[in-house]
């Protein structure tokens, strides 16, 4: 029992050694890749590992892809976004309703963390996927090769299962500073994925998943270095770039407390990137729903005929936008915490990203406010997402995602040299200033309390984009919801740092099916959080 249920684990790699049928990997038309065209892509050319690097991607997105393991299809099962909208709603400054058509309640009320929630499984399966298929282009390939095509394949493998570990090991543990003993997750590799799937791994320490993530994301700068010397360059957004790696690498060394190397890598990948940060016209509109734009540097393509939006709200903008056709026009929509919101200058162009206390924003023409009107939506609802192609109450959700923009480079870049002696607070204040609020003065003084400012200049610039959990677990820091505004008071709550419940529990499914697992091996059973009295 326990090495059949593994395989879920470890299928792709398994069936890439093995010669079975896979079914697992496909390339964005919905064709299914066999193992037979596998061995094809990477036995005879190298250069036809294109196929594999792009399933990779279209691992990102995928309709109900845990159909099977959940015995049914569930409409926040659609691949990363779900961990973006799980992890947003665990935090501070996504507000939102608990109501029947809000799929994110049990994220809301950390019920997510029983091992055996949908969410858990939806996770810890999806992360584990995208690693399987980085694990197999990786292993086609010689990691000595000398052609440029090859090194650029190999280095989609390794950039992404660099970020897929990098996201897993901060939901599990808690950050990489004074933790580095502490049990993280297993280790699955292209090297020891067969043997993984009979005899099963177990929870590597934290240190050692950072080892794996920075020895990857480290051979992926050099091998995308020497690719993009010899003009081989991704085709579109979807891929890793050069620029996108080293903004990968900022962002792990931040994670880890390496200011120094975050703020060289985040200026890196300014000056490796053709991104530029959105102006302030910009953004004085909804925005934020294509890769096109000029401020992102790595996204989440999503076509009009993928089945995510054919179904018209199994999709993340059917979540999330107040624009369009979906389950926000039924649960109230998302809100910015009102505590965040009055840390907005009035001058600030992001004022504008949702509405204020009087349901108005300045931001919008009058067709887009009539529509907000016409929903019904609350004060402080966001109007940062624009609906696909502009188009109002469109059904039509095929809105690409936000996984890396330039302006995080720059929020890196500040806190970094702040934090190792630099002048971040200059580099903050200018960026802000030039690009969001022509009349910002950051008033922080000491290293600390820049790191602060950015902080929550990041909540403010990123929000709903999947990134503050992050935040919150390499700062640190607590969930405290007390005056942000939840209509909900079972859903106000103090948790300190360092509470049990923050991390994640491996999934029952896992530990049933994982030999060299056992329950004693997870996470602590932490008792759910109890409602505090709100704020005003």
């Excluded at 926000?328 to 009102?338: E, L, V």
């Excluded at 529509?371 to 402080?380: I, P, V």
């Excluded at 188009?391 to 040299?417: F, G, Q, W």
């Excluded at 491996?506 to 004693?520: K, T, Y």
């Amino acid at each position: 029992m326990k090495k059949k249920l593994l395989y879920m684990l470890v299928a792709p790699a398994l069936l890439f050694f093995s010669g079975c049928e896979d079914n697992l990997d496909t390339i964005p038309e919905g064709d299914v890749i066999t193992t037979d065209q596998k061995l094809e892509i990477y036995g005879l050319d190298p250069s036809k590992a294109s196929a594999g690097v792009t399933g990779i991607y279209a691992q990102f997105s995928q309709y109900a892809p845990n159909e099977d393991a959940l015995n049914r299809v569930n409409h926040h099962d659609i691949g990363f976004p779900s961990l973006m909208m799980f992890s947003d709603a665990n935090g501070n400054d996504m507000v939102q309703e608990d109501n029947g058509y809000n799929w994110t309640t049990s994220s809301l009320e950390y019920s997510d963390r029983v091992y055996t929630s949908r969410e858990s499984q939806i996770i810890w399966n999806n992360q584990y996927k995208i690693i399987a298929n980085c694990n197999n282009v990786i292993a086609a390939i010689d990691p000595a090769t000398e052609d440029p095509t090859s090194k650029y394949f190999l280095s989609q493998g390794l950039a992404t299962r660099a970020f897929s570990y990098w996201i897993l090991a901060q939901l599990y543990q808690f950050n990489y500073e004074g933790n580095q003993s502490k049990p993280c997750v297993p280790i699955v590799t292209d090297k020891n994925a067969t043997s993984v799937a009979f005899e099963g791994a177990g929870r590597s320490t934290v240190e050692e998943v950072y080892e794996l993530i920075m020895t990857d994301i480290n051979s992926a700068v050099d091998l995308l270095t020497d690719a993009e010397a010899e003009g081989v360059v991704r085709d579109d957004k979807r891929y890793v770039s050069l620029a996108v790696a080293y903004g990968l690498r900022a962002r792990v060394n931040l994670t880890m407390h390496k200011y120094a190397e975050a703020a060289a890598d985040a200026t890196s990948a300014i000056d490796k990137s053709d991104a530029s940060p959105a102006s302030i016209d910009d953004v004085s509109k909804p925005a934020f729903w294509t890769v096109e734009e000029s401020n992102w540097m790595w996204g989440i393509m999503i076509a009009e005929t993928d089945r995510v939006v054919t179904s018209q709200i199994v999709n993340w903008i059917s979540h999330m936008g107040s624009f369009n056709y979906g389950y926000a026009n039924f649960n109230g929509g998302r809100q910015i915490s009102k505590k965040l919101y009055a840390l907005i200058g009035n001058s600030d162009v992001r004022k504008g990203w949702w509405l204020d206390e009087n349901k108005l924003s300045d931001n919008l023409t009058k067709e887009f406010a009539e529509t907000m009107e016409d929903y019904g939506y609350a004060a402080y609802t966001q109007v940062k997402f624009a609906p696909y192609s502009n188009v109002l109450k469109t059904k039509t959700n095929s809105n690409d995602l936000p996984l890396m923009r330039i302006e995080e480079m720059y929020l890196i870049k500040a806190e970094a040299e702040a934090m190792s002696g630099g002048d971040g607070k200059t580099t903050l204040e200018t960026f802000i200033k030039t690009y969001r609020d022509p009349d910002y003065v950051c008033s922080a003084t000491g290293s600390e309390a820049v790191q602060e400012e950015v902080f929550n200049q990041r909540r403010i610039e990123l929000w709903g984009e999947g990134l503050n959990w992050f935040d919150i677990m390499r700062l640190n820091k607590g969930v405290d919801r007390r005056g942000a505004g939840y209509p909900n008071a079972t859903m106000v709550f103090n948790i300190p740092a360092g509470d049990d419940v923050l991390l994640w529990r491996l999934p029952e499914a896992e530990i049933q099916a994982n030999p060299a697992l056992s329950e004693s091996d997870n996470n602590p059973s932490a008792p759910d959080p109890l409602p505090v009295p709100d704020e005003e």
